[in-house]
């Protein structure tokens, strides 16, 4: 069966420092992968999205980046973190139907 | 511009009883609908969802409908269990894209012993 492994759970950060939350599917191949976040009383945005090794979309203009360095690994990354990153981020991974599964979340603090 | 949209931000329901949480859409080219459920600190996890070419989707508890002509969908929950409180997100898929889905802000469902 397929997994999807998300960590760190929880990170506070001072602002300025960088970023790196890291995701890993296993039991599946080629599967899409997402990074969303929820702020605070408010839903699931779509940050970034990917369909293959190195083929990386971005949804909105932000201060974060991603990478997918191998076929289940999916990094979210920043140079230096602004107190509005502040979330709860989450990677989820999908084939073709359309289902998207999500892994537990990074609660990420700024301060 | 909001194309999916939960207009109940919460709902509470006494143990037992039908647990109805609504969920519309805008976009016309939508063509597949899921329910998630969240606790908090934890990802959302899949419940169900509908194809556009039904009405109705079942599965145990829980029922999915879907009004096309309103562009309504709603998710029915019956009995209601305590263990069924958490955030219900809806979301929607458009027809030219296997990738997004579109999310509504979610609705914080209680259900009382």
């Known amino acids: 069966s397929q997994t999807i492994h998300q960590w760190p759970a929880t990170l506070v950060q001072p602002v300025g420092s960088p970023l790196s939350l890291e995701c890993t599917v296993e039991g599946t191949s080629n599967p899409n992968l997402y990074w969303y976040r929820q702020a605070a009383g408010r839903g699931l945005q779509l940050l970034f999205y990917?369909?293959?090794?190195?083929?990386i979309s971005s949804e909105v203009p932000q201060n974060l980046s991603a990478s997918r360095p191998q076929d289940r690994q999916f990094i979210l990354s920043s140079k230096k973190l602004l107190l509005s990153d502040s979330g709860f981020y989450l990677c989820a991974w999908s084939t073709g139907t359309g289902n998207q599964y999500f892994g537990a979340g990074t609660r990420l603090s700024v301060l | 511009d909001q194309q999916v949209k939960q207009n109940s931000p919460s709902l509470s329901v006494q143990e037992g009883r039908i647990s109805i949480l609504n969920c519309d859409y805008t976009n016309s080219m939508f063509d597949y609908f899921l329910w998630y459920k969240k606790y908090p600190a934890e990802g959302p996890t899949f419940l169900i969802s509908i194809s556009s070419i039904k009405d109705k989707n079942e599965d145990g508890r829980f029922t999915v409908f879907l009004n096309k002509s309103a562009k309504h969908l709603s998710l029915h929950i019956v009995p209601s269990q305590p263990g069924d409180s958490a955030v219900y997100f809806c979301a929607a898929k458009n027809g030219g894209s296997n990738y997004k889905l579109t999310f509504g802000k979610g609705t914080l469902l209680t259900v009382n012993p």
């Open positions: 990917s369909v293959g090794i190195g083929q």
